[in-house]
């Protein structure tokens, strides 16, 4: 059992900058591969990023490479999601996401793989 809570969303003008964090509740945070999506009403919830439980390996959702990072600190349990250079395309709900395992996999993308969710945090880009 893992409790996610997202926060630092908000609204921002484009080119801007916004970092969010997802603290996970749990003694066995490492023992986890995390991952952000993102949610338009109306549309299908869309991955944004993913890291590996050590933080070494990372994936993007192609129109975010380049311009955000996700990151984690293991010591305290918080996965970050650093977004610079803000679109109006980018404004979503963003949900954190916990999967239970370390192996790296093809498929680290899909809403399926993911065994926790956060309750999401809106990020808004005016244009």
């Known amino acids: 059992q893992v409790q996610l809570v997202e926060s630092g969303g908000g609204l921002v003008q484009a080119g801007g900058s916004l970092r969010l964090a997802c603290a996970a509740s749990g003694r066995t945070f490492s023992s986890y591969a995390m991952a952000w999506f993102r949610q338009t009403p109306g549309k299908e919830r869309e991955f944004v990023a993913a890291i590996s439980c050590r933080g070494g390996r990372t994936k993007y959702l192609n129109s975010v490479n380049g311009r955000f990072t996700i990151s984690r600190d293991n010591a305290k349990n918080t996965v970050y999601l650093q977004m610079n250079s803000l679109k109006f395309e980018d404004t979503a709900v963003y949900y954190c996401?916990?999967?239970?395992?370390?192996?790296?996999?093809?498929?680290?993308?899909?809403?399926?793989?993911?065994?926790?969710w956060g309750q999401g945090t809106q990020v808004t880009v005016s244009s």
């Open positions: 996401a916990a999967r239970f395992g370390c192996t790296w996999f093809d498929s680290l993308h899909s809403n399926y793989a993911y065994d926790y």
